[in-house]
Nanobody
Framework: QVQLVESGGGLVQAGGSLRLSCAAS????????MRWYRQAPGKQREFVAT???????NYADSVKGRFTISRDNAKNTVYLQMNSLKPEDTAVYYC????????WGQGTQVTVSS
C-alpha cells in the first residue's frame, strides 16, 4: 500500500512563503505523475500543480509564477514551494500520485492571514 505523507503547512501572513513536502513510501519513479491539489472550506478540491516522471511541470493559472513544484528522487519526495501567498490560497493541500492507481495523502492545512 502506497503511503503519501504531506508536511510543511501552517499559518503565514499574506506575502509570505511556505514549502510543502510529500514523502512517498516507494520510489516516485513508479508514478507517471505527482500532483498537488487543494480544497478550501465549502469548495471543491482543485488542481494546483503537477510534475511528471520526466520532470515536466504544469500549474493552475491561479498559482503560476508564485508556486513551484519539484522532486527529489533520492528522497522520494515532491515539494511545493509557495511564494507571495494570498488569503485565497488558504486550503488543505493534498498530495496525489498516479500510476495504474491514484493515491492521496492525508492533507496539510495552509492558512494565509490578511
Amino acid at each position: 500500500q502506497v503511503q503519501l505523507v504531506e508536511s510543511g503547512g501552517g499559518l503565514v501572513q499574506a506575502g509570505g512563503s511556505l514549502r510543502l513536502s510529500c514523502a512517498a513510501s516507494e520510489n516516485i519513479f513508479s508514478f507517471n505523475s505527482m500532483r498537488w491539489y487543494r480544497q478550501a472550506p465549502g469548495k471543491q478540491r482543485e488542481f494546483v500543480a503537477t510534475i511528471t516522471s520526466r520532470g515536466v511541470t504544469n500549474y493552475a493559472d491561479s498559482v503560476k509564477g508564485r508556486f513551484t513544484i519539484s522532486r527529489d528522487n533520492a528522497k522520494n519526495t515532491v515539494y511545493l514551494q509557495m511564494n507571495s501567498l494570498k488569503p485565497e490560497d488558504t486550503a488543505v493541500y493534498y498530495c496525489n500520485a498516479n500510476n495504474f492507481f491514484t493515491y492521496w495523502g492525508q492533507g496539510t492545512q495552509v492558512t494565509v492571514s490578511s
